[in-house]
């Protein structure tokens, strides 16, 4: 294996002294702007790194962020949210010449473990923190020890006097990729900065339940996350709000919670589906779980949509490929990655903490939807 090359490497094929490059490569006075040029060309021929360790314990910055996932394993691999929103932070973050170091865990508690070792050996510069909990630990640990961070996935912003009970509308300042200023961290003076991008959850789900209602559709079932994310209770609340609006109770209108994998999502369709009775339309908190409920009804000889109509939360290429194609909420999910990665880089550079709005997802009606069957128990 080659030899890491040493400070002392480029300081004998520069024709400098050891003290000049550390000059020179740390952005100090002291040498010339020729000898500068030159050192950090031959640092770069010898491909050089600053050792992340060394520069800790001299108070630098790593060069380094972090994301920590808390869900289960197996999930991941087939979800392709989480895909297109690593993709967008890592355009971001590879413009600004900035690591990511990513680690999934199996819990909150662990992923606490992980920021407090993370902060004791000076790792990384910030974190993003996805996954907003109900009561969440995080954001006060996190400004605690001292770890600026942005959270993706806060809840959208309050609703007006005229806006409908549970669903979120923004107000006149609240403009997507702008930022706000962030809530309090709960934490006490020189915490670090927390600020968040933010997710219009309930307005969407308003989208999904206007669309089903005005075909006719009045059993519908949510076929929804892990039950401990705020996201989910969003969707979930918002949906049981909208579905009051018009007059249709739990028995009409209600959630179902699994863990997004596609196995859970088919499972819960088959229940649902064998109801006495069953709902006329599904909506599915990701696209995998969607299709996968697609399969299903094909399997149990309900034809999509001309006796069930099925929504996916998240487009992407499956529901665009699937026969017949699903109905879906589309967003730029990797114009939220950006949006987070872009917060983060700001607080480093000593910005303030605040708040930014990601687009509103709209829904992108397709073959998966039609009017409700005829003679249907309301």
């Not at 809530?183 to 997710?199: C, L, M």
């Amino acid at each position: 294996m080659a030899r890491r090359p040493t400070i002392k490497d480029i300081a004998r094929r520069a024709g400098v002294s050891e003290s000049a490059v550390s000059f020179a490569l740390n952005d100090r006075p002291g040498v010339s702007r020729d000898t500068r040029a030159r050192i950090r060309r031959v640092a770069e021929e010898l491909g050089w790194q600053a050792n992340s360790a060394a520069r800790a314990l001299s108070g630098e910055r790593s060069g380094a962020v972090g994301l920590v996932l808390a869900r289960p394993a197996h999930t991941l691999g087939v979800e392709s949210f989480f895909l297109q929103l690593v993709s967008g932070i890592q355009e971001v973050l590879s413009a600004a010449r900035t690591a990511l170091l990513f680690q999934v865990v199996e819990d909150v508690d662990a992923e606490c473990a992980v920021y407090r070792r993370w902060w004791a050996e000076r790792r990384v510069d910030g974190v993003l923190v996805v996954d907003p909990r109900t009561g969440d630990p995080r954001p006060a640990l996190l400004a605690e020890l001292g770890l600026p961070a942005v959270t993706i996935g806060e809840p959208g912003p309050p609703a007006g006097p005229s806006a409908v009970p549970g669903a979120s509308v923004p107000g006149p300042s609240a403009v997507p990729g702008a930022s706000v200023p962030g809530p309090s961290t709960g934490a006490g003076a020189g915490a670090s900065p927390v600020s968040s991008v933010r997710a219009d959850d309930a307005g969407a789900m308003a989208q999904v339940l206007e669309h089903l209602h005005g075909l006719g559709h009045r059993r519908i079932v949510h076929i929804a996350g892990l039950p401990g994310l705020a996201h989910t209770v969003r969707r979930m609340e918002s949906l049981r709000a909208e579905a009051e609006r018009r007059g249709l109770g739990p028995d009409h209108v209600r959630s179902v919670v699994t863990d997004y994998s596609d196995a859970e999502g088919a499972a819960a369709t088959r229940r649902v589906l064998a109801e006495p009775r069953p709902p006329t339309a599904l909506v599915y908190d990701n696209d995998v779980m969607a299709v996968a409920g697609s399969a299903v009804a094909a399997e149990l000889g309900i034809p999509v949509p001309h006796r069930l109509s099925i929504v996916a939360w998240d487009d992407s290429a499956l529901c665009r490929v699937t026969h017949p194609r699903l109905t879906a909420l589309v967003r730029d999910t990797a114009g939220f990655g950006r949006l987070a990665a872009e917060e983060l880089l700001s607080l480093l550079a000593g910005g303030p903490a605040g708040v930014r709005e990601s687009e509103r997802p709209r829904l992108e009606p397709r073959e998966s939807t039609a009017p409700a069957p005829a003679h249907t128990d309301s």
